[in-house]
């Protein structure tokens, strides 16, 4: 069982925090790293299992690499990085920058472009398979990142290879540059009949239910490569972002900011 | 070449569990038999499919393995370039890429399985090594380094089939990232990487008849470039002859140029390179190198004028 309250109760600490954050920096992605908020946080706090020195056990991957201000909020939540590194966010004196970097704590691979995060992973977990070590890769991916024929040419392998420690999340979101997904690529689906044809194992759940999305995960078919369908909004949590191409990458004004922190609340459903 | 690399792999892979391979549905020949049944959970074959195999092998390193990615050059240098640039450079990880059959060699498959520009867009990487062994004993010792020694990633081209052994008797140990005298002589140095070397022996033996004895030099590491030999090499001769099977722009014949305008060289240098055209002709690869002006020939004339 997970505390669904506190899951709740840290995303909407997080959502805050990336306002604040947006503040200080004239761009940032947060509408993104908002539709992945519950995703990410379930994956850190109810599906990384810790070892016996309470050290993560399992890996986690951003594929979509724009999304890392939900990375770097809970990295910091974690005392994985610091106050300093986010107050640094994008500074010259800092380390963050706008899409993940690996060597910086907690940063597994550098990512940013799409469709390469799938076939590190793959790699990794294929490496923690022969060598016979219990690990997980975890691993977000954008529905974007679908888009990238390296996706699907990593998932053919995944299957191939038998990947059981592989779980992928799709955060579904529908939205891109050019408007809705379904409007502007409406062969983008379905999009399940796809990952099945691919042999993964896949569900499709609210992507903003953390207890959906842990229940769908452990059910999944550990012989399989699993990847989850999560459905949700871009910017989701600010009225105003959520699903408006505009907020992809641009900071909220002062008085945005103060309307967007004063919309925050519980998400659950 | 293939066949000795392939027997490399093995060897010092039986050595070494860190060492796995992946290739793109082509492999050295014989497939690789004696690696992929000794050790069928480190080969990978990622099927038509490059980018992956490359981000796979990215992710082999970032768990402690020292993958090696093999196919013809053109598909594993240049189909998933971005994924090399930021798999593999950007994240500093050791992971050879082998581009076997770079250059012309494939001339009657025609253009889309040459890589006449291999060396000047691998060099142009941050982080990344390239080298270009002359022959089969050169290639032994370069592999041993890429799987063992080398600390980020490596482009590495090779030949194809029936390349003669032209370092047996060489006058210098090969060295990563040395410039190698193979043979001494005095007044004309003739410079080249690869398969190519071995015109500058055929033009060595044309000029030995005539009383000249040119030296031989292997540039096998183009990056890091061992300039400071170059160097002395711009001071010690009359005649600098470069033979490359590579687009003018990037490659040897480019960085000595730099060189000699950096350490204000004015020695002759004369350069023999692919042309910068995608040739239509279908013959073998030396009349295809001939088509684009690299012939003993054309070599001797221009030393005699």
Known sequence: MIDKKASMQRCINYRKKILDISQNVTALHAAGAFSATEIVDCIYYDLIRKDDKNKDLDTFVMSKGHGCMIQYVILKDKGILSEKDLIDYCKPNGRLGCHPDYGVPGIEASTGSLGHGLAISIGMAYADKIKNINRNVYVVLSDGELQEGS?????????????????????????????????????????????????????????????????????????????????????????FMENKPIWHYRSPTPDEYKLAISEIKEIGE | MRNKFADAVYEIGSKDKRICALVADISPAGSMLKFRENYPERFINTGVAEQSMIGIAAGLALRGMRPVCYTIATFSLYRPFEFIRVDLCYQNLPVTIIGMGAGVIYSTLGGTHHSMEDIAIASSLPNMTVLAPCDPIEMRNATEWCLTKSNGPVYMRLGKAGEPNLSENANEPFDIGKVRNLIKGEKIALLSYGITLNICFKVREILKNKGLSPSIYSCHTLKPFDEIRISQILKSYDKIIIIEEHVPEGGLSTRIKNCAWKYKSNVKIHTFTLKDQFIHFYGNHEELLEKHGISVSRIIKKINE
């Not at chain 1, 939205?175 to 099945?196: N, R, V």
Request: charged letters at 25%; glycine letters at 8%; one cysteine or more.
């Open chain 1, 151 to 239: 996706t699907w040419e990593a998932m053919m392998m995944a299957s191939n290879l038998e990947l059981g420690n592989l779980i992928c999340f799709l955060d579904h979101n529908g939205s891109q540059s050019f408007g809705h997904t379904k409007l502007t690529h409406p062969k983008f689906y379905p999009i399940i009949d796809k990952i099945k044809a691919f042999g993964f194992d896949t569900n499709e759940v609210n992507g903003h239910n953390v207890e959906e999305i842990y229940d769908s995960t452990l059910k999944r078919d550990k012989k399989k490569p699993y990847l989850l369908v999560c459905n949700t909004v871009k910017g989701k949590g600010v009225s």
